[in-house]
């Protein structure tokens, strides 16, 4: 069955340190790809997503992920950290014609001041 | 300003007590869809709506009504609320559904069942 798994349940980074949340999903061909964010309280807000060219894509609020085929993974990553980013983060894809996301359970980042 | 707009943000009810969760959306979007949330289990879709008058069951939908008789209406229904209905709900809308297209989400619906 198709599934997406985000390994990591929580992460807790330091302020001002990098940051890299992983993302792995299993099917056959490339599916699409995208990271969301949900603040406390909030809704889901895209931070980028992946469809095909260039495997590294840029998102809002200085994430970036990249596309790894070969490890069927598409971690997203942030050079440096701010204590806003701490947030719920949910990889996300869509594999087949239904239109529907398959979400991973989520990783809950914490930010150390 | 476009948002997908849903009510009541918070909600506590009794078993049995039929309930209606409104969504909104001003976009204009032909694809709409709601999605419940739990601790360690992402978000899994509930029901989907391709436009008006054109529904279809998600991963969850048992419990769950849904009707679409406007495009920017997409109203979620327990008819009859089990306390395992506990939980965070989001409605979601985007242009067309299509591959590349963004979902945008409502702020959340809190719903607890006791």
């Known amino acids: 069955a198709q599934s997406v798994t985000q390994p990591d349940i929580h992460i807790t980074v330091s302020e001002g340190a990098s940051l890299e949340l992983r993302c792995n999903y299993s099917?056959?061909?490339?599916?699409?790809l995208f990271w969301y964010v949900q603040s406390p309280g909030q809704g889901l807000q895209l931070l980028l997503k992946y469809f095909s060219g260039d495997t590294l894509v840029q998102g809002i609020k200085g994430f970036e992920a990249e596309f790894k085929r070969s490890q069927s993974s598409f971690n997203l990553r942030k050079p440096s950290v701010h204590w806003s980013d701490a947030a719920e983060y949910f990889c996300a894809v869509r594999m087949d014609s239904n239109y529907q996301l398959i979400w991973g359970a989520g990783t809950k980042l914490i930010i150390k001041p | 300003e476009a948002q997908v707009t849903q009510n009541p943000r918070y909600l506590i009810t009794v078993t049995g007590k039929k309930l209606t969760v409104t969504c909104s959306q001003n976009m204009n979007h032909e694809y709409m869809s709601w999605y419940r949330q739990d601790p360690g289990l992402g978000l899994r879709q509930i029901y989907y709506?391709?436009?008006?008058?054109?529904?279809d069951k998600g991963d969850v939908p048992e419990g769950y009504k849904v009707s679409r008789k406007e495009k920017r209406n997409f109203p979620l229904i327990l008819e009859s609320p089990s306390p395992n209905q506990t939980s965070l709900y989001f409605c979601?809308?985007?242009?067309?559904?299509?591959?590349?297209?963004?979902?945008?989400f409502g702020p959340g619906t809190r719903l607890t069942v006791l």
């Open positions: 709506s391709m436009n008006v008058e054109v529904t």
């Open positions: 979601a809308s985007s242009r067309s559904g299509g591959d590349t297209d963004t979902q945008y």
């Open positions: 099917y056959g061909a490339t599916p699409y």
